[in-house]
């Protein structure tokens, strides 16, 4: 008796109705945590590879994920009888279409093994005022790229890789089932279609090496702890002449002495007695661009919020924020005689 199959969603760790985006995303990180370069003599994880690998190629296509979802079950088969019995009606070419590439007319077809290559994060130190201004600066990451050596192909220099001669090149074994074939990666090649005999002993034929490359950024006026810059194509290089992943660049800003920032505004918090605050008065204010003075309207209260526009921080479509000046009011802690005496007549007057 033949053991059931897993569940394709579960293979990969994600719930059946599972967007394309979380689908790609998991199948990327089991594939690079299971592949048997990454976990040479671990048949284990060899095998964990090839159903990672079979899940994502079904459940990638929408027409096969399709007729999976309908025709399949939590254990990846579901009896039929091809006449119509079993409650199943249902053209036996459906199933071509839905397992193309591991059973049925769709092993013959070696699909492209171009992956894109992986994002990268990395992060800039700015100080306050820098993050005001914005910069241009160099930043290092270590990236993978392909072997200067080799050029990316694994193999010894002068050499090159040789058609796998297990799957003559396409990638995939089958195996008669009875009425199906049987389609699984190649134990040999394991899915390249190509072997190395004479490995680059620079990669030992992985065909990819780790370099610290430095790239200049560009941080424009206004950014926040924490904004994210892409960089296309500066990202790890893709696999199999894939394309490149993306850099991103998250800034990591310093916090300022005089300001906190509340979006492209700037609060400050500006110190006025209780005289000042109960007749009203002038003060200097600090801004980005120098100081400006402020009046402050007789009767104000501690924490009253006075607004100077345009003189906060640049916002990064356009424009400009506020200053905005929290008075803070202040009580003496030791008076003199004569204030003293003037405390005591204001607080007799009604």
């Avoid at 610290?212 to 950014?223: D, F, M, N, Q």
């Amino acid at each position: 008796m033949a053991t059931a199959a897993k569940d394709l969603y579960s293979v990969l760790g994600v719930p059946k109705g599972a967007p394309a985006d979380e689908i790609k995303k998991a199948y990327r990180r089991l594939a690079r945590e299971n592949h048997p370069d990454k976990n040479p003599g671990d048949t284990v994880a060899e095998e964990r590879f090839k159903e990672i690998q079979t899940a994502y190629d079904v459940l990638r296509d929408p027409e096969k994920r399709k007729a999976y979802d309908q025709f399949g079950s939590s254990d990846g088969r579901r009896g039929f009888d091809p006449r119509g019995a079993g409650g199943f009606d249902f053209d036996i070419g459906d199933l071509g279409d839905l397992f193309g590439g591991i059973f049925g007319r769709g092993a013959g077809r070696q699909q492209s093994r171009a992956q894109r290559g992986a994002d990268l994060e990395a992060h800039v130190n700015l100080s306050f005022e820098d993050s005001l201004r914005g910069i241009e600066t160099k930043i290092p990451v270590e990236v993978e790229t392909a072997c200067r050596d080799c050029g990316g192909s694994g193999a010894k220099p002068g050499t090159s890789p040789k058609v796998c001669p297990e799957c003559r090149g396409r990638g995939v074994t089958s195996e008669s089932q009875g009425l199906f074939a049987l389609s699984q990666p190649c134990p040999r090649c394991r899915g390249n279609g190509t072997v190395i005999e004479d490995p680059c002993p620079s990669c030992h034929g992985t065909g990819r090496e780790r370099r610290t490359k430095r790239y200049s950024v560009k941080i424009p006026a206004g950014v926040k702890d924490g904004t994210r810059i892409r960089l296309k194509g500066k990202g790890e290089a893709g696999v199999a002449a894939g394309p490149p992943g993306d850099l991103h660049v998250v800034t990591r800003v310093a916090a300022s002495p005089v300001y906190q920032r509340r979006g492209a505004d700037l609060v400050v918090e500006v110190p006025v007695s209780l005289a000042d605050a109960a007749l009203g008065t002038e003060v200097e204010v600090p801004t980005p661009e120098g100081a400006v003075s402020l009046k402050v309207p007789a009767g104000s209260e501690h924490g009253k919020l006075l607004r100077i526009k345009g003189r906060g921080a640049p916002k990064l479509k356009g424009g400009k924020g506020d200053v905005l000046a929290r008075l803070k009011l202040e009580v003496p802690k030791k008076l003199n005689k004569k204030q003293r005496e003037l405390y005591e007549q204001l607080r007799k007057v009604p």
